[in-house]
């Protein structure tokens, strides 16, 4: 930018950048790919009483074969019937909504947390970064799976209280981030001015020490809905997370896994809708780091 | 570096002593009642005190926690409510099942993890690296459990290589090993090779090359055990992913290890065993991350003992 130019009003620079980060997410093959898998996935999610060839809740007696067995993929089912004679399709499609509700609603939680308390532990140092960064370091060294586990026995697992014990173990990574990188930036000299001018604390954190920490949050919390889908999918295969008739791409394994050797696309097919996620937050977050952490250009 | 080593230790135990206190919150607050469990559906009320009061259930929160941490510390985890045994003696039953399970994974995950980094770096930015990486992606984004029961299927149902669950022979341990490494293998590959790229363009390497020396020779000689010993280091880390991955796991493959004891013990509220389990995950979760740290400054002198 030269020294000329006038700069442009806050929020449509903000916009801009935005813009700028899309067609850079755009011109990697990768985070490309991501890209589209998460729209497409969104969009499934919104428009899913739209797309859905059957209802997901529907037993239907075509769903079964005369012996009573699902039906494979083809046909009327495109993808098949599960147990019960219900179309894994249209559960798979339903699924898309349980997964990224729980995968943004977690993941937000984790953020708030986890960044809420990493800066606070970084600006203010002493005893409040000693009692929150051991907490931190506490939770590191929980069992994650077993933890969540637990908290959701303790729970009768509804989706807030799936999300929330699924942040309850995420939130420590971006904790242990926002704290490392608050407590360089605390030290220099525009924060110690804005300290000297008499800034509030919260004005400081806000205005002055969020905006150089946003590029990480946005990376890490990317990174975080992947982490996010596949605890979500583990906690419902192992019965404890979602809780049928409410289709979720774990809990439809959950539900089907007996049978796998005889009817393998019930455990397929939401696989594969697990791994497509859950590939695709990693494939944009990675892009991301690399794009705003320029430390890092040139590594990969 | 001695300061440091009993700084480390006392952080480490002051960690367990916390989680001791939080696992025990947490199961102080699970609302089923244990004494309701052992005795029984058609028990009485009475039984159910008498049980309780057995148990020491109706004593306050504190009193409970420290007879536990003073047994803790003398080695005794309690009894099983469910099962008539020693926690201690279940959980030994059952540890070496799991770490043999472990060792087997880190052995996959480095395989296949170092020899995919390797490839990739020495083959940058061309087809095969792209591929590589896009595989360890993959690697990385697969539930365990997808991926234990596809195995399964492939090489256990449809091709009848391995058999499909239990414990006992090397054939048994194949699929539960490839299935619990290959998470770590993705990580692995990602760091193999940009630590691979990272040695690729140090002096010392152009110096091998000036001097005339083979390209297969630099690469085995010197470069790939430069570019393995930080990776080495993280191997201590890899406890945690394996505590949680074991649960899951042992569960898919029905492999009699603490993570199936746990499961098992989380199903039927069977807190003493939840606790012990939790409390030696927990313990060498500690360890590997203290031994990481330990291990680092030893390999790379740069990285201060602060």
Redesign the interface.
Known sequence: MSATEIVPPRAQSRQRRVIGLIRALMKRP?SAFGMVVIVLMVGAAVFAPLIMPHDPFEQSFDGLSMVGAPLPPGGDFILGTDLLGRDLASRLIFGTRTSLIIGVLANGIAILLGAGVGITAGYFGGWIAAVLM??T??M????????A???A??FQPSLLIVALVIAMVNWVQMARVIYTETRSLAERDFIQVQRALGAGHLRILLRHLLPHLLSSIVVFGTLGI?TTV?LE??LS??GVGVQPPTPSW?NI?FEN?TY??TA?WL??FP?LA??LL??AF??VG?ALRDILDPTLKG?? | MQAYLVRRLLESALILLGITLVTFILLYLVPADPARQIAGRSATAETVQNIRDQLGLNDPFFVQYWRYLTSLLQGDMGRSYLQRAEVSELIAARLPASLLLMVAAIVTELILGLTIGIVAALRRNRPADHGLMIFSFVSISAPQFVIGILLLYVFAVQLGWFPIGGYGTFAHIVLPAITLGFLGAGWYSRMMRSSMIDVLGQDFVRTAHAKGLGKARIVLRHVIPNAILPIIAMIGIDIGLFMSGIVVVESVFGWPGIGQLAWQAIQRVDIPVIMGVTMVSATAIVLGNLLADLVAPLIDPRIKTK
């Open positions: 990768r051991r907490f370091d506490l590191m060294a929980f069992p994650a799976l077993l933890l586990i637990v908290l026995a303790i992947s596949l999918a583990t295969f192992l774990g394994i896994q796998f050797s393998p455990v397929f696989g697990i791994v859950a590939l990693n494939l990675d590594r990969h």
